[in-house]
Structures are given as C-alpha cells and as structure tokens.
T-cell receptor
Framework: KAGVTQTPRYLIKTRGQQVTLSCSPISGHRSVSWYQQTPGQGLQFLFE???????NKGNFPGRFSGRQFSNSRSEMNVSTLELGDSALYLC????????????FGPGTRLTVL | GQQVMQIPQYQHVQEGEDFTTYCNSS?????IQWYKQRPGGHPVFLIQLVKSGEVKKQKRLTFQFGEAKKNSSLHITATQTTDVGTYFCAGFYNQGGKLIFGQGTELSVKP
C-alpha cells in the first residue's frame, strides 16, 4: 500500500496570504488528522476528519480550517497568514480513529515571510 | 485538562548508556502510543499500550503503562547511534476522542 502523501512538500508565503495544503491518506483509511509541529511547541493537534465530517478540533483560531472529500483526501486551509504559522504541517491517517496507530505523511514545510 | 507532559526535553548519552523518557497525564488515558521521529523525518508508530500496568518489549526498548493509566515510560537499553531521534508519547482520551502528544524527548547518541 502506498503511504500517506502530502503536497506540496515546501511552501513560502508572505504575511496576509492564504494557503491550502493537501493530504491523501492510505487507501481504506477514513480518518485524517492534522498536526502543527514547531520546535517550541511540539506536535499540536489541529483537527480530525472522518467520513467528510470534522470529528474533533484543537485549540487553534478560526483562520485554520479543513475539509475532507468523499475519497477521504483532506485539505487544510490557513487564511491571513502570520509569521507564527511557520511550521511543519503533518497529516496522519488511520482506519477508524486516532485510538489506533497513526500513519504520518512526510509533512508540508510552510515558511511565512 | 487534557495535557501530556513529557520529560526530559533533551537527553545526550554516550553510546552504550541507557535512556529513559517519561510521560504524565493529569487525567486517565484510554491508551498511550509511542512514536519515533528521526531528524528530518516524520513520526513513526512504535507501540500502543492499553492495559493498566502493561509492559511491552521490542528488542532493546521497554514500554510501561502505569497502574493508574496516567503515566508511561520508554526505556532503551545500551543505546546505539541508530536510536537517535525524537521520541513522542501520545495519550488518547476517551472524553473528546483526542490523541494528545507530549512535547517529545530528543535523544542524541555520541559514538
């Protein structure tokens, strides 16, 4: 089985812009979770989607949003980018939910200038 | 609240020495998962512990889950340079159904 894929791998944006990141889970996996990873904060949970519905949400501002499509692929969007949004954004998939093993993608490295 | 504290943040050891990282939650966990992230890589699942007092071993790695299901540890015996990376614990909370990661312990091994 192919692993979790994320596109793009690298992005450079300027403050105020918006960005969309994409994640394709492992075939058959219906749960997709998103995490923000920064050196100072570790892995912070953004949200989890299952069958096109947001099942859980972390403590991030409304500028961070996501969605999941019928094929389980997921996107996350960050609007009005701030310098502090620079981070590695990781998505992880699992068959049903994050109670079980999470399979992570390689991440998207976002730099906000 | 739902928070997982992990210590230490960094650990530098000489090859052959042992290493331990600890995780603690103020509330009971449904399970705890451990992940390893190599430099420049992404987290990779190592193991899941579910039962109170559970102990699991993978070669030189020993994982423990506390009796109260609020704490866990990972112990590596006789570290090797291949053990380098950041080790994360992640606790799953039934209330809310969230997986919350600890801050991670970055392990460096000097040959």
């Amino acid at each position: 089985k192919a692993g979790v894929t994320q596109t793009p791998r690298y992005l450079i944006k300027t403050r105020g812009q918006q960005v969309t990141l994409s994640c394709s889970p492992i075939s058959g996996h219906r749960s997709v979770s998103w995490y923000q990873q920064t050196p100072g904060q570790g892995l912070q949970f953004l949200f989890e989607y299952f069958s096109e519905t947001q099942r859980n949400k972390g403590n991030f501002p409304g500028r961070f949003s996501g969605r999941q499509f019928s094929n389980s692929r997921s996107e996350m969007n960050v609007s009005t980018l701030e310098l502090g949004d620079s981070a590695l954004y990781l998505c992880a998939s699992s068959y049903h939910d994050s109670y079980n093993e999470q399979f992570f993608g390689p991440g998207t490295r976002l730099t906000v200038l | 609240g739902q928070q997982v504290m992990q210590i230490p943040q960094y650990q530098h050891v000489q090859e052959g020495e042992d290493f331990t990282t600890y995780c603690n939650s103020s509330t009971t966990l449904s399970n705890i998962q451990w992940y390893k992230q190599r430099p420049g890589g992404h987290p990779v699942f190592l193991i899941q512990l579910v039962k109170s007092g559970e102990v699991k071993k993978q070669k030189r790695l020993t994982f423990q889950f506390g009796e109260a299901k609020k704490n866990s540890s990972l112990h590596i015996t006789a570290t090797q340079t291949t053990d380098v990376g950041t080790y994360f614990c992640a606790g799953f909370y039934n209330q809310g159904g969230k997986l919350i990661f600890g801050q991670g312990t970055e392990l460096s091994v000097k040959p």
